[in-house]
């Protein structure tokens, strides 16, 4: 298996990506190619090293910046690092690809190259998020915006496989996201999908609401990107704040410094709880290979649980399972 | 000034209700009146010895719990103590009101009873949560889903003048929750808000996002309800499950309680910076007159702050600056 990782994207590119790709071709049964300034790859991989055959190289003397305008930049940039690994899973030279660049030029290349899988109106990004309960998806955690109920149900179906296949996850409980938790309560979209998704073959637990996510009352969390995206940063926004308060109330005098000496184990097991990184990236779903998107801050530790994801990713099977599953619309508006 | 109190709603009534007011009128130089069983509430009131004649009594036989459809429900009883509350206000018999119980049968008592300050589309609520840099507002925090781009400019201009006369900040940044920070971001919703916003009387900041929240960049962060909703309880509920996990680091052990002894200053005022009964009530703007929502959960202690909140809202005349400075839409749709 050959896993395509974009080197040039994210905080922490290109020493990050090639990092954690030697560290992964000694821990897993992989091969790794990594997209990009070729020179520089290869004089990072020799710092660490390594001298095998599982790590190769592809040229994209171009990359494209958190603040370039996505679909644009990926039509017009054809030698941008993120456009040429899209380039090679498509053309089959690699089983999966990673990036931690542009969210939306990910996005982009996904759809625009790699293309959707027959019967998928739109592809969605799918994020695990900590909970009380463990990790839970929240699906769409930002792809799209002003979604039709058509498009939820087929976020569900998805994010139920995955959640079966990778996260190996029995009977997943899918809840759609409202302001309340009563059948009825809702806005347009929320309540029109409601049936739809009580209808459907997935385990549909009903409207859950925000106090949920962390609570982790459903597995899958289903979404309007919109929304999915305003939950997410809410989340990341808030663990921020905690940890920066506790951080100034354990460094404040020589007590609270002791106290933190006390209870160091159990802070960091709870910090490890609440660490993104420990849970890989997220897997665009409905695209005709996988396609998967690391954190932008993502250091070596975090890439490394993205490359285990995006294997597991493709040993499962899980876009086979979503061509078999996903509903198809009748009016043809699928393609 | 007397502030009518629905002593009937929330999840600690009539005991604390009964128990704030009892503190508030030796606090503030102010009348109340308790609404709800008057046998009931008087014997509550004589546990605290108190005997003055600064609290008096309104008869209402009937409460409505928080399973029941609020505007059918306000409809049809009466004799339920949101709905006789809400017609004191109306008739003048005191000049604010206050409840703890079902949110949407007392948006419904203001909207269907007190009614809308004349150009108002819809009335919103108002919330503020804690953020690193103190309270800031979010607006609508769940009194309507599926608004317009007029909605959410009047919501701006509401939140804007609230902050500006009760909470004294000085000219306070607004910002529209979007899924992204640059122009452009949004559903079709923000998108078309943006540039209203822009060209209102507001010191509009443009899009913010989830993450600002708690880092607190607007003073003012204006969406719909649904958004609003989800924001509100993905923050409650990750408080929740924060304050349960840091509980139990520190109740693992001998040494761990030792611990919580030398960092109690540090995390008892952080507790208190993250604690929405400092910040009382949500009022909801909008209304002819002050319509205050207190938290369900709220205690005696988050209860008087929420009167006192009541009372600026009645001292600081924010009703007249809405009726003067809300945008009215030349079509008529207002009324």
Redesign the interface.
């Known amino acids: 298996m050959k896993i395509i990782i974009d080197a040039m994207g994210g905080d922490n590119a290109p020493q990050a990506p090639v990092h954690a790709a030697v560290l992964a071709v000694q821990e897993m049964d992989i091969e790794i190619t990594l997209v990009g300034d070729v020179e520089l790859l290869m004089a990072e991989v020799n710092k660490y090293g390594y001298k095998g055959r599982r790590i190769t190289y592809a040229r994209a003397d171009d990359v494209i910046s958190n ?1 370039e305008e996505p679909a644009k930049a990926v039509r017009s940039k054809k030698n941008a690092s993120v456009v040429v690994a899209a380039n090679l899973l498509k053309n089959g030279d690699g089983d999966a690809m990673l990036s931690m660049g542009n969210t939306g030029a990910l996005l982009a290349a996904g759809l625009l190259i790699v293309g959707r899988i027959k019967g998928v109106i739109r592809p969605a990004i799918a994020t695990l998020l900590p ?2 309960k463990g990790p839970k998806m929240l699906i769409d955690a ?1 792809a799209n ?2 979604c039709k109920p058509e498009n939820l149900v087929q976020f569900a179906t998805m994010g139920d496989i995955y959640m079966k296949k990778v996260l190996k996850t029995d009977n997943p409980t899918v809840g759609i ?4 938790e ?1 059948e009825g309560k ?3 979209l ?1 309540k029109e999908t409601f049936p739809m998704l009580k209808a459907s073959n997935v385990n549909f637990i009903g409207n859950i ?7 982790g009352t459903a597995d899958v969390m289903v979404c ?4 999915g ?14 940890s ?3 951080r ?3 460094e ?1 005098n020589i ?2 410094k ?6 160091m184990k ?2 960091r097991s ?1 910090k490890q ?1 609440m660490d993104y990184r420990e849970y890989g990236g997220a897997p665009l779903l409905g695209t005709k290979k996988p396609v998967i998107k690391g954190h932008g801050s993502s250091d070596a530790k975090a890439i490394v649980s993205a490359i285990y994801q995006a294997k597991k990713f493709v040993e499962t099977d899980v876009i086979k399972s979503i061509e078999k599953n996903v509903t198809v619309m009748e009016d043809g508006i699928n393609d």
Chains 1, 2 share one sequence.
């Open positions: 603040h909970s009380a930002g915006t002003n996201i409202s302001n309340g009563e809702g806005d347009e929320t609401e925000g106090r949920d996510v962390m609570e309007d990107g919109f929304v995206n305003v939950i997410l940063k809410t989340v990341e926004g808030m663990g921020h704040v905690v920066q308060k506790v100034e109330i354990f404040k007590f609270t002791f106290a933190a000496v006390l209870a159990g802070i709870f709880s």
